[in-house]
């Protein structure tokens, strides 16, 4: 069984640029959350979705969005990258809502760099 | 604010001691934790997970501890291995599916 796919698995950007990230969760999982994993910290919540609905959202800028679609994969845009962008995109899927507690399982993320 | 940390930001140990990594938390309202493995350039691989109305949960050579009175969470390994080599987070579920992430502490493996 295919785990969280990701792509790409690397972006060189330029500041100013438009960079969309994509994410397939496990079959079967109808969340998808996004996380930034700035080099040397923990990742840092961005947005949960499910069933293509927003149902939370980190502390980021409305320079980042994302949206679900009704397969349940996900997009993840971030407008007008500045150089603090730069980090590791992480995109978990679990079953639930939250309904019941689920772990999450990590793709293994896009290296976004911002030049 | 509320946040979710760890006390030690590198850990090492002799291969086949007993690793002890320790996590601090703030809100006491999250009623399920985990913890996650990460190896450089990969993903965080889950470990272990807990709930509130636990306070101990054994997997294979680890076990989480977590102590609500002092919000405080702990991941033993035993007998640690070379390949247990990485950065050991613990993530607090807060509303959603919404996972919050400490720092986040490196465990290296002497052999």
């Known amino acids: 069984d295919a785990g969280v796919t990701q792509s790409p698995t690397h972006l060189i950007k330029t500041r100013g640029q438009h960079v969309t990230l994509r994410c397939s969760p496990i079959s079967g999982h109808k969340s998808v959350s996004w996380y930034q994993q700035v080099l040397g910290q923990g990742p840092q919540f961005i947005f949960q979705y499910y069933e293509k609905e927003e149902r939370g959202r980190g502390n980021f800028p409305d320079r980042f969005s994302a949206r679900q679609f009704p397969n349940y994969s996900s997009e993840l845009n971030v407008n007008a990258l500045l150089l603090g962008d730069s980090a590791l995109y992480l995109c978990?899927?679990?079953?639930?809502?939250?309904?019941?507690?689920?772990?999450?399982?990590f793709g293994q993320g896009t290296r976004l760099t911002v030049v | 604010g509320e946040s979710v940390g760890l006390h030690l930001p590198t850990l090492s140990v002799q291969e086949g001691d007993n690793s002890i990594i320790n996590c601090a938390y703030s809100?006491?309202?999250?009623?399920?934790f985990i913890w996650y493995k990460q190896e450089s350039g990969k993903g965080p691989q889950f470990i272990i997970d807990i709930r509130s109305n636990m306070d101990k949960r054994q997997g294979q050579r680890v076990t989480v501890l977590l102590n609500k009175t002092v919000k405080h969470l702990s991941l033993q390994i035993a007998a640690t291995q070379p390949g247990d080599s990485a950065v050991y987070f613990c993530a607090e579920k807060r509303s959603g599916n919404q996972f919050y992430f400490g720092t986040g502490t490196s465990l290296t493996v002497i052999p």
């Open positions: 809100n006491s309202a999250s009623d399920y």
């Open positions: 978990a899927s679990s079953s639930g809502q939250g309904i019941w507690n689920t772990e999450a399982f």
